[in-house]
Every structure is written in C-alpha cells, then in structure tokens.
C-alpha cells in the first residue's frame, strides 16, 4: 500500500492527502519530521516532507506526487481533459505555490513558530505578496471553483495554502490583504469544507497543530 510520510501540519504534506482522500486511494501515513539525518536524506534527498513510499521506489515533491496520482491508473481524475485547461489548472497551481506560498512562508517563522523576522524581509514579502495576490485576482474563476465549474487538484491547492497564508497574512500585518484581492475567498475555503476529505484534512490538521504546540 501506498505510504504518505511527513507531518499533519505540513501544508505540502497535507495536498497530498487531500488529493489521495479526494481520489479515494487506500494509503498509510508515517509519522516523519523534516531534518538532515543519514536515515531521511536517504529517502528523501533534501530532508523534506512529504514523500510518498510507492511499490517502485520513493517519490518527492508534492506537485510531482500529485500527478504521478493523477497518472497512474485511478477513476478520478483531477485535472481537466482538455489540455489547455489542464495547463490553465497547472498555472493556477505553481502561481499560488510560488508567487504566494513561497513568499509567506518566509514569515511562518514569526507568525506560527514563535521566532521573529525583519522589518525588512516583512516589507520586502508585503511586497511581493500584493504583486502575487493581484495577480491570482486576475486569473481566478470561483464558479464555483478556482478553475471554474470543475473541482479540481488547484483547489486542493488553494484550500490548503490559504489557510497558513491568511494566518500569516493577518498576523504580521494586522490587516487581512488576501480579503482585499480575494473578496470571494472565504465563502469558496467554507464551501470546500463541507467536502468529506476537506473536513477530515481539517480535522487532522487541527489535531496536529494542537499537538505540536502541546509540546
Ligand atoms: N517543494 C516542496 C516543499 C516541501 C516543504 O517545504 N516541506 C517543508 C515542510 S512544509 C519541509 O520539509 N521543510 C524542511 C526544510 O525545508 O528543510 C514540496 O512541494 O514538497
């Protein structure tokens, strides 16, 4: 069977259980923090979570794992069928992934994990964070989907990132920037909640939180 290692805070960790939860793919999950010991830089190269254990070898990088899913032989698919909307779906991924997750994730050490970051790298993200937002304004749909009238891996995508980025977001800046962009946001996060694997990833998550701060 297939296994998901990493851990039920990861954000990336997290995509790629809702995308097994959503495709209905039996799969166990190992326990597994990220760091630069021999034992996990042999499975996984650079010490990162997630990975998925396959029966022909280990797989990393999120993206990449979610559409070796997305290929091999599994109903339901993800991704739309015609190529250009599945390119349409893939761009709406790697914009939320790099021009915001990546930008706010420079602040998740002072925003969830007690650390502190600088004034200049908080202005300098502000910054990057309101050209990347604006920018996503112009390419999503909400209809009621982020592709459209079609549910999607992007949504699993989006569902999961904004939750820490909205966090972060209100945190460090005290205003909520994404509801500036995004007017639509929330009632679209609420709506994919009420999806059975949105609820049980929220669940778990919760849990994980709880437990990691418990600590
Ligand atoms: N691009 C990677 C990002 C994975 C990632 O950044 N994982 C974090 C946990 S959310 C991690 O392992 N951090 C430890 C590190 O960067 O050394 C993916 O999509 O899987």
Request: hydrophobic share 40%.
């Given at each position: ?13 997290n995509?790629?259980?809702?995308v097994l ?15 630069q ?13 997630p ?19 997305e ?44 650390g502190s ?46 939750y ?24 679209y996060m ?22 990691f701060?418990?600590?």
């Amino acid at each position: 069977m297939i296994k998901l290692c990493g851990v039920g805070i990861s954000n990336y960790y997290n995509k790629v259980k809702l995308v097994l939860l959503e495709k209905e793919i039996d799969f166990e999950e190992e326990k597994v923090f990220p760091s630069q010991s021999e034992d996990l830089i042999k499975r996984s190269a650079l010490g990162k979570i997630p990975f998925l254990e396959t029966e022909h070898g280990i797989l990393t990088e999120s993206q990449v794992i979610v559409e070796y899913l997305e290929d091999s032989d599994c109903a339901k698919k993800l991704y739309p069928s015609d190529a250009f909307e599945r390119a349409k779906c893939r761009e709406l991924i790697q914009h939320i992934e790099l021009n915001i997750e990546l930008q706010a994730r420079r602040l998740y050490k002072e925003a969830l994990f007690g650390g502190s970051v600088t004034d200049e790298t908080k202005a300098e993200v502000k910054e990057k964070l309101t050209i990347g937002l604006s920018g996503l304004a112009r390419l999503v749909k909400f209809s009621p989907f982020i592709c459209g009238d079609q549910f999607t891996a992007a949504d699993c995508v989006a569902w999961i990132h904004f939750y820490y980025v909205q966090m972060t977001i209100q945190k460090i800046y005290g205003t909520d920037l994404v509801q500036q962009y995004l007017p639509a946001l929330n009632d679209y996060m609420q709506m994919l909640e009420q999806r059975p694997a949105f609820s049980k990833v929220a669940a778990d998550r919760a849990a994980a939180l709880e437990a990691f701060f418990k600590k």
